[in-house]
């Protein structure tokens, strides 16, 4: 495994999350651009496939690789589980700051989360809008709402955990470039890079009411791998307790299935865990 992945679990556990510059080639993410630019035209980009990435014709050829399992693998050391949560998106989700941890109910600066989303872009967000921006260090805090008020009152949580303040950072990716994160890590699709200000992170609401003459434009298209993968935990088989009884979810999993003797065999090969429907193994 290459030694540019040696400092990846130090980076992710620090800012929640973890840039990598050139995991493809350039060749290789425009190969990948058609594949995802036929399922993104089958509903002319308005929405994203119902199903699995790993479920889509060529999509899955591309995750199942020692290339894009390496870096996932060396912040888990090898002990990875893939369970059906992933997606090729053909437009950004909503400008909103979110983790999507589920199920979470211990104090994030006192415990791991091993259960992290891997993100690839068919395009650039260097010089482009579009891309995805996180608050670093968030993976520590607690969300702005009721509950974590309860953790704090209920003394689940000390109160340093709400204090989230760290840096905004727009990720600002190239061409064959990954981003990680962990669940708990605050994050928010469409990035709007300033004109002007490009490395200046702001709210994910001020990006949305940014003029577009302040702006550096948008891709025409806008597409995305989001990936996600977990180390076997209590806090993964509580997410995916969470996730599989979520009635947005079910037709995710009723349209994926991960049981090609060909998955099977290249999961096998890249000692890859995988949970069919986040349900049952193997
Ligand atoms: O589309 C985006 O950039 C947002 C992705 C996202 O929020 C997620 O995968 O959790």
Redesign the pocket.
């Known amino acids: 495994m290459s030694e540019k992945y040696n400092n990846l679990k130090n980076l992710i556990n620090k800012n929640g999350f973890v840039i990598i510059k050139n995991v493809f080639s350039k060749e290789e993410i425009k190969n990948l651009e058609k594949t995802c630019f036929k399922h993104c035209s089958i509903n002319n980009f308005k929405s994203s496939p119902k199903k699995d990435a790993l479920s889509l014709n060529g999509i899955d050829k591309f995750i199942l690789t020692k290339k894009f399992l390496d870096p996932i693998k060396k912040i888990l050391n090898d002990n990875v589980v893939y369970f059906g949560d992933s ?1 090729l ?1 053909c ?3 909503e400008r909103l700051f ?1 983790k ?1 941890a589920r199920a979470d109910k211990k104090d994030p600066l006192l415990s791991e989360y091993q259960i992290y ?1 891997v ?1 690839v872009f068919l395009q650039d967000h260097y010089s482009y809008s ?3 921006k996180f608050r670093r260090g968030s993976h520590k805090k607690l969300s702005f709402r009721l509950s974590s008020l309860k953790k704090i009152l209920t003394k689940k949580a000390g109160l340093r955990s709400i204090l989230n303040f760290g840096r905004i950072v727009n990720a600002r990716t190239k061409i064959g470039d990954m981003v990680i994160w962990n669940l708990r890590t605050d ?5 709007v890079l300033n004109k002007f200000f490009p490395n200046i992170g702001f709210l994910p609401i001020i990006d949305e009411y940014t003029p577009n003459f302040l702006k550096k434009p948008e891709n025409s298209n ?1 597409m ?1 791998i ?1 990936s996600s993968f977990g180390a076997p935990s209590d806090e993964l088989e509580k997410y995916l307790k969470y996730k599989i009884n979520d009635k947005r979810y079910i037709e995710h999993w009723n349209n994926s299935s991960f049981n090609s003797p060909e998955i099977i065999s290249k999961a096998k090969d890249l000692n890859l865990k995988i949970l069919s429907n986040g349900l049952t193994n193997e």
């Not at 994050?187 to 990035?191: D, E, M, N, P, V």
């Open positions: 997606a998106h437009k950004p989700n979110h999507d989303r993100g579009g891309g995805i994050h928010s699709g469409g990035a806008r995305a989001f």
